[in-house]
């Protein structure tokens, strides 16, 4: 079994900072592409950042230059640093990951329960 679990969310400021974290955990044999998206009530799931297993990243542009995301492949986390939050940032934030498990070659998407980023003004 694999699982992604969130930390990290909660109550921001506008212009503050929030991190969130996702620490996978299981029989992993390796993890590609990590990935944060975030849901807004009654929005589409949307993708914010992802990092590969080499370090290159990419983000949305609504996000670029205020957050940043990182990993710790020796603890298979994924890190999500939001700096200069806006109220419209405020979503369930979700992380992805593409994991092959153990003793079988097919990688897989496992997604987070997700945690609540509320931004107030």
């Known amino acids: 079994q694999v699982q992604l679990v969130e930390a990290g969310g909660g109550l921001g400021q506008t212009g503050g900072s929030l991190r969130l974290a996702c620490a996978a955990s299981g029989s992993i044999f390796s993890i590609n592409a990590m990935d944060w998206y975030r849901q807004a009530p009654g929005k589409q799931r949307e993708f914010v950042a992802v990092?590969?297993?080499?370090?290159?990243?990419n983000y949305v542009d609504s996000v670029k230059g205020r957050f940043t995301i990182s990993r710790d492949n020796a603890k298979n986390t994924v890190y999500l640093q939001m700096n200069s939050l806006k109220p419209e940032d405020t979503a369930v934030y979700y992380c992805a990951a593409q994991i092959k498990r153990l003793g079988n070659d097919v990688t897989t998407v496992y997604w987070g329960q997700g945690t609540q980023v509320t931004v107030s003004s």
């Open positions: 990092i590969t297993s080499g370090g290159i990243t």
